[in-house]
């Protein structure tokens, strides 16, 4: 626990800096077909609830490719809302719209 109080402190002295963190829960190794196709397993196609014929977004950034899954108007208007308001700020957004 003292190393991590001791890197947050390191982070802070360089917050200008943009740190970006992965952390990989697994990895596979995967073959790319004859016309370019990329088989992930079943096991990732499931847990990321990929279809098929599912649009999906690939970025390239420094010799990697991530790929995203792209959700559906219905699956972001499912998701619960993580934007808190305080009754006073509810109540003078309101008035500005009365």
Same mark, same amino acid.
């Given at each position: 626990m003292d190393d991590?109080?001791?890197?947050?402190?390191i982070l802070e002295k360089f917050k200008f800096f943009r740190v970006i963190i992965f952390y990989?829960? /697994? @990895?596979y190794i995967l073959k790319i077909g004859s016309k370019g196709e990329i088989f992930?397993? /079943?096991?990732?196609r499931v847990s990321l609830g990929l279809i098929s014929? @599912?649009?999906i977004?690939? /970025?390239?950034?420094?010799?990697?490719?991530?790929? @995203?899954k792209l959700e559906s108007v219905e699956e972001i208007l499912n998701k619960p809302s993580s934007t808190?308001?305080?009754?006073?700020?509810?109540?003078q957004l309101k008035s500005e719209f009365d």
């Open positions: 991590l109080n001791t890197n947050f402190v990989v829960e /697994k @990895q992930p397993p /079943k096991e990732v014929n @599912q649009p977004l690939v /970025k390239v950034y420094n010799n990697r490719m991530i790929i @995203q808190k308001i305080s009754y006073h700020a509810l109540k």
